[in-house]
């Protein structure tokens, strides 16, 4: 996982929960997660546009 160790993401915890407090964590988590949802979605989108223009130019070439 990003070649990040448990020992590191424990730390990242403790210091982000010091930082935005427990009141403010849980909403940064959810929007974080949304981010990373819409993210892998747009990347999902790019990458099917991209193979089916691929294939499409792949059919054209062996009709000429």
């Known amino acids: 996982m990003f070649g ?3 020992f590191e993401l424990l730390i990242i ?3 982000s929960l ?3 407090g427990p009141t403010r964590l849980p909403q940064f988590i959810t ?3 949304e981010l990373f ?3 892998r979605n747009s990347i ?5 546009e991209f193979y089916s223009e691929g ?4 059919e054209d ?3 000429e």
């Open 4 to 6: 990040i160790g448990f």
């Open 13 to 15: 915890c403790v210091i």
């Open 18 to 20: 010091l930082v935005l």
């Open 31 to 33: 929007t974080l997660e």
């Open 37 to 39: 949802v819409k993210s």
């Open 44 to 48: 999902n989108r790019l990458k099917q």
């Open 55 to 58: 294939f499409e130019k792949k």
């Open 61 to 63: 070439e062996k009709d």
